[in-house]
């Protein structure tokens, strides 16, 4: 069952998905590659630390962020990846690691990556071995996130 939190929220704003189980898998790309769904809609929900506040930056599962970037672009004199000790609280009823980019319910800036905006998107929903599938119109018109070029694809 995805996180009644998100669960609730999407259906109060009358949002059309689909949930998709899958087995246990700690990767955006390992998912993706369970659920048959390409990496490119697959998103991964990285959270970072700007001028010390918390947001996530999400791209997709076989991209990753590039810090320098993304304090570019977003004036930000400061931008680092946040640790588990440092975000884990802030996601309750979620599992480490399958936060949902759903900035807003949990008190974050989001900043998507362009290269999400082409295609529908799929998302870890609060645990992991279920994902939500939804139009990125939706995505877009609920989180309002800031959408720029601010990732890569990752090495190794």
Same mark, same amino acid.
């Given at each position: 069952?995805? $996180?009644?939190?998100?669960?609730?929220?999407?259906?109060?704003? %009358?949002?059309?998905?689909?949930?998709?189980?899958?087995?246990?898998?700690?990767?955006?790309?390992?998912?993706?590659?369970?659920? @048959? /769904?390409?990496?490119?809609?697959?998103?991964?929900?990285?959270?970072?630390?700007?001028?010390?506040?918390?947001?996530? $930056?999400?791209?997709? $599962? @076989?991209?990753?962020?590039?810090?320098?970037?993304?304090? /570019? /672009?977003?004036?930000?004199?400061?931008?680092?990846?946040?640790?588990?000790?440092?975000?884990?609280?802030?996601?309750?009823?979620?599992?480490?690691?399958?936060?949902?980019?759903?900035?807003?319910?949990?008190?974050?800036?989001?900043?998507?990556?362009?290269?999400?905006?082409?295609?529908? /998107? $799929?998302? %870890?929903?609060? %645990?992991?071995r279920e994902i939500i599938q939804?139009?990125?119109?939706?995505?877009?018109?609920?989180v309002k996130p800031k959408v720029?070029?601010?990732?890569?694809?990752?090495?190794?």
């Open positions: 069952m995805p $996180a009644q939190r998100v669960k609730q929220y999407l259906d109060e704003n %009358n949002v059309k998905y689909v949930v998709l189980s899958h087995s246990l898998a700690y990767t955006s790309q390992e998912i993706a590659v369970n659920v @048959h /769904i390409s990496g490119k809609k697959m998103a991964k929900t990285v959270i970072v630390k700007m001028d010390g506040k918390m947001a996530m $930056a999400v791209v997709p $599962a @076989h991209e990753s962020v590039n810090l320098e970037r993304l304090k /570019i /672009i977003t004036g930000a004199h400061q931008v680092t990846l946040a640790t588990e000790e440092e975000f884990k609280e802030k996601f309750p009823g979620c599992e480490t690691g399958a936060m949902p980019p759903l900035g807003h319910l949990y008190g974050m800036d989001v900043y998507a990556s362009e290269d999400l905006s082409k295609n529908g /998107i $799929a998302f %870890n929903a609060g %645990n992991l939804m139009s990125y119109a939706d995505f877009e018109r609920l720029s070029v601010f990732s890569g694809v990752a090495k190794g």
